[in-house]
Structure formats: structure tokens, C-alpha cells
């Protein structure tokens, strides 16, 4: 089984020790041999950039008072990846489940992440995939155009998950132009709201995410 939590906007900092406070019970009750319980939380956030733990903070292009002038902020995280973009109208998902209750291990978790946001994307006709050697979800891989439109970033203790992925619905592309997303300097980035000409609905989406993640995750 599968919780459902809706954060709505919240600022990254306040998610991270929410997450935090689900990821350490989860672990506590892994380490006495209880059971785990498996949350799907969606939020947005305010502009950030965050940087992974193995990211290159050259990867910032602006220095602390531009980030100041454009009221956006930037904080250093413990997940896996470099550098990406979140703000408002990005559906950020942190699923932070116990990979033991779905007999999944790490590699296979993110590549079912990715199929849920393949799947999703599909609905909406916008065909996507994965990049050979990068986590989350392109769009025209092996194109000129090759462009993402979802990043995944992850941290994992004793098969328990939390962060996860950030999918630019309709948010704004012009604070990306700030940094090397993901620590790539020769793609571009895109998303829903510019594959489709309009805007979305981030309820609608919210729930055809939902349906595709638990379609994936079946206890």
C-alpha cells in the first residue's frame, strides 16, 4: 500500500526535514523488525537550485547576489546528482518507500520512476525516454533537439528512498539558463507546458502520476 501526501508549495528546506522525519521512521522500524509504511508525497517549491552530493557547484553560473536579485535560493542536498532547477508549476515527487516491501532493488526502483513518468508523459502525447548513462526522462534522445523534461535525483539507506524527481510542467525554463542542469552543458530542457503549447493541469497530472506509479509499485 501506497500514502498519499499532498505538500502543495512548500519551501525545499521544510520538505527536506519532513521527508527526513518519514525516511528516519521508516529505518527505526525497519532496524526493530516492524512494518514499513510506503508514502508518495507531491509538492512544488519556491525557486531553488539544490546540488547533489557528488555535483559540481561550478555548474552555478550566478554568484550570491545575483541569486539574491532573482529571489532564488540554493541549498547543497544529500540525494545523488548535480545541479537542477525547482519552482513553481514543477511537480516534485518524493516517494519514500521501503524497497523491501515491493522486492526491488535501487537500479530497478529508478527505472520504474522513469517508466511512471514515460507512462504519464504518453497520456498527454508527448513521447519520451531515457538517455543512456543520465538518470530521468529526455525527450529526441540521439537528436540535435535532445532535451529533458524530468529530473530524478535519490538517496537510499537500507532500501528505504527518499527525494526523487522534479518534472517541469509549466514552469518557467528561464531560470535554467542559470546553471548546467544536471551537469550538462549540450542539452536543453523542456517542458510540458512548451511540448504542448498550453498550460496544464497540475490536479489532472497529479493524479494520472498517482495511477502511474501504483501501477508500477504493486504490493
Same mark, same amino acid.
Given at each position: 500500500?501506497?500514502?498519499?501526501?499532498?505538500?502543495?508549495?512548500?519551501?525545499? @528546506?521544510?520538505?527536506?526535514?519532513?521527508?527526513?522525519?518519514?525516511?528516519?521512521?521508516?529505518?527505526?522500524?525497519?532496524?526493530?523488525?516492524?512494518?514499513?509504511?510506503?508514502?508518495?508525497?507531491?509538492?512544488?517549491?519556491?525557486?531553488?537550485? *539544490?546540488?547533489?552530493?557528488? +555535483?559540481?557547484?561550478?555548474?552555478?553560473?550566478?554568484?550570491?547576489?545575483?541569486?539574491?536579485?532573482?529571489?532564488?535560493?540554493?541549498?547543497?542536498?544529500?540525494?545523488?546528482?548535480?545541479?537542477?532547477?525547482?519552482?513553481?508549476?514543477?511537480?516534485?515527487?518524493?516517494?519514500?518507500?521501503?524497497?523491501? @516491501?515491493? @522486492?526491488? +532493488?535501487?537500479?530497478?526502483?529508478?527505472?520504474?520512476?522513469?517508466?511512471?513518468?514515460?507512462?504519464?508523459?504518453?497520456?498527454?502525447?508527448?513521447?519520451?525516454?531515457?538517455? /543512456?548513462?543520465?538518470? +530521468?526522462?529526455?525527450?529526441?534522445?540521439?537528436?540535435? *533537439?535532445?532535451?529533458?523534461?524530468?529530473?530524478?535525483?535519490?538517496?537510499?539507506?537500507?532500501?528505504?528512498?527518499?527525494?526523487?524527481?522534479?518534472?517541469?510542467?509549466?514552469?518557467?525554463?528561464?531560470?535554467?539558463?542559470?546553471?548546467?542542469?544536471? +551537469?550538462?552543458?549540450?542539452?536543453?530542457?523542456?517542458?510540458?507546458?512548451?511540448?504542448?503549447?498550453?498550460?496544464?493541469?497540475?490536479?489532472?497530472?497529479?493524479? @494520472?502520476?498517482?495511477?502511474?506509479?501504483? /501501477?508500477?509499485?504493486?504490493?
Amino acid at each position: 500500500m501506497i500514502q498519499y501526501i499532498d505538500w502543495g508549495l512548500v519551501e525545499y @528546506n521544510d520538505a527536506w526535514a519532513k521527508q527526513e522525519t518519514l525516511f528516519n521512521g521508516s529505518i527505526e522500524r525497519k532496524l526493530q523488525n516492524l512494518p514499513t509504511d510506503n508514502y508518495l508525497v507531491f509538492c512544488e517549491h519556491p525557486h531553488v537550485y *539544490t546540488l547533489g552530493k557528488s +555535483g559540481d557547484e561550478h555548474n552555478m553560473l550566478l554568484n550570491y547576489i545575483q541569486l539574491q536579485a532573482k529571489d532564488v535560493t540554493f541549498v547543497k542536498t544529500n540525494r545523488g546528482g548535480d545541479i537542477t532547477y525547482h519552482g513553481p508549476g514543477q511537480l516534485v515527487g518524493y516517494p519514500i518507500f521501503d524497497l523491501a @516491501n515491493f @522486492n526491488l +532493488g535501487l537500479k530497478q526502483y529508478i527505472h520504474n520512476v522513469e517508466e511512471a513518468i514515460i507512462n504519464t508523459l504518453a497520456f498527454y502525447n508527448i513521447p519520451s525516454t531515457r538517455l /543512456e548513462g543520465a538518470t +530521468g526522462v529526455w525527450l529526441d534522445v540521439g537528436k540535435p *533537439t535532445c532535451r529533458k523534461i524530468c529530473a530524478i535525483g535519490v538517496r537510499s539507506s537500507r532500501f528505504v528512498t527518499m527525494h526523487g524527481f522534479a518534472l517541469n510542467v509549466n514552469t518557467d525554463l528561464s531560470y535554467f539558463g542559470h546553471i548546467n542542469p544536471c +551537469g550538462f552543458v549540450d542539452k536543453g530542457v523542456t517542458s510540458m507546458e512548451k511540448e504542448l503549447g498550453t498550460k496544464v493541469d497540475m490536479e489532472e497530472l497529479k493524479a @494520472n502520476m498517482r495511477k502511474s506509479i501504483e /501501477e508500477l509499485f504493486i504490493v
